[in-house]
C-alpha cells in the first residue's frame, strides 16, 4: 500500500521564520504535490514535482519554494513565514503512466499556524 | 484552462436516505475523472475513478458515479447512505494531456443516525 508521510502533523511557528514541510512516499512516484487546503476553497496547488530537481508552479507559489533532491522526497518551505500562511498542507504523490496519470496518494496533512 | 464545479457545498442527510453529489467539469477533451473522499481526521483516499470505458463505475463502500459526455458530468451516487459516510468528498479532473488535476471545491455531506 502507498505511504505518503508527511513530517508533521501539527506545526506552530512566528511570523518571519523559515519553515520546513517534508514530504516522503514510498512507491517509487514520479509526480509529486503541494497543496493548502482552506475551508471552502478546496485544494489549490501550491508546487508540482514531476522529477528530481524539476518543479512547476501551481495556482498559488507566491511566498512558496519547493525542493526535489531524491525521487522519493518532496520539500515545502515558507521562505518567510505569514499569517496568511496559517492552513493545512496536503502532500500527494502519483505515478506518471498513461496520458493523463493515475490517481493521487495523500498524506494527512500538516496543520500549520503561523503566529 | 479547465475548471470543475461541485455545486452542494454542504448537505445534510439522514441515515438511509440517498445521496447524489453534483460534479461538472469545463474541458471538452478527453478526460480521466475521480472522487476523493476525506474523512474527518483522515487523509484523502480515492473513492473511485473514471478512465475509459462503462461510464457507469463503481467504488467503494457502495458509491457509483456516472460519466455523462455530453453533460460534462460526474455524479457521485449512494442509493443508501450511511453515518459513516459523513466526510467531505472532492471531485477532480485530469485533461489535455496534464499531469494536473483539477479540483471543486469540495461537498460537506454530513449524514444524521
Known amino acids: 500500500d502507498v505511504k505518503v508521510t508527511q513530517s508533521s502533523r501539527y506545526l506552530v511557528k512566528r511570523t518571519g521564520e523559515k519553515v520546513f514541510l517534508e514530504c516522503v512516499q514510498d512507491m517509487d512516484h514520479e509526480n509529486m504535490f503541494w497543496y493548502r487546503q482552506d475551508p471552502g476553497l478546496g485544494l489549490r496547488l501550491i508546487y508540482f514535482?514531476?522529477?528530481?530537481?524539476?518543479?512547476e508552479k501551481g495556482d498559488i507559489p507566491e511566498g512558496y519554494s519547493v525542493s526535489r533532491e531524491k525521487k522519493e522526497r518532496f520539500s515545502l518551505i515558507l521562505e518567510s513565514a505569514s499569517t496568511n500562511q496559517t492552513s493545512m498542507y496536503l502532500c500527494?504523490?502519483?505515478?506518471?503512466?498513461?496520458?493523463?496519470?493515475?490517481?493521487?496518494?495523500f498524506g494527512d496533512g500538516t496543520r500549520l499556524s503561523i503566529l | 484552462a479547465q475548471s470543475v464545479s461541485q455545486h452542494n457545498h454542504h448537505v445534510i442527510l439522514s441515515e438511509a436516505a440517498s445521496l447524489e453529489l453534483g460534479c461538472n467539469y469545463s474541458y471538452g477533451g478527453t478526460v480521466n475523472l475521480f472522487w476523493y473522499v476525506q474523512y474527518p481526521g483522515q487523509h484523502l483516499q480515492l473513492l473511485l475513478k473514471?478512465?475509459?470505458?462503462?461510464?457507469l463505475v463503481k467504488g467503494i463502500k457502495g458509491f457509483e458515479a456516472e460519466f455523462i459526455k455530453s453533460k460534462f458530468s460526474f455524479n457521485l451516487r449512494k442509493p443508501s447512505v450511511q453515518w459513516s459516510d459523513t466526510a467531505e468528498y472532492f471531485c477532480?479532473?485530469?485533461?489535455?494531456?496534464?499531469?494536473?488535476?483539477?479540483f471543486g471545491r469540495g461537498t460537506s455531506l454530513i449524514v444524521h443516525p
Open positions: 477532480a479532473v485530469t485533461s489535455g494531456g496534464s499531469y494536473i488535476p483539477t
Open positions: 473514471y478512465f475509459s470505458g462503462d461510464p
Open positions: 514535482s514531476y522529477d528530481v530537481k524539476m518543479k
Open positions: 500527494a504523490s502519483s505515478h506518471r503512466t498513461g496520458p493523463w496519470g493515475q490517481p493521487q496518494h
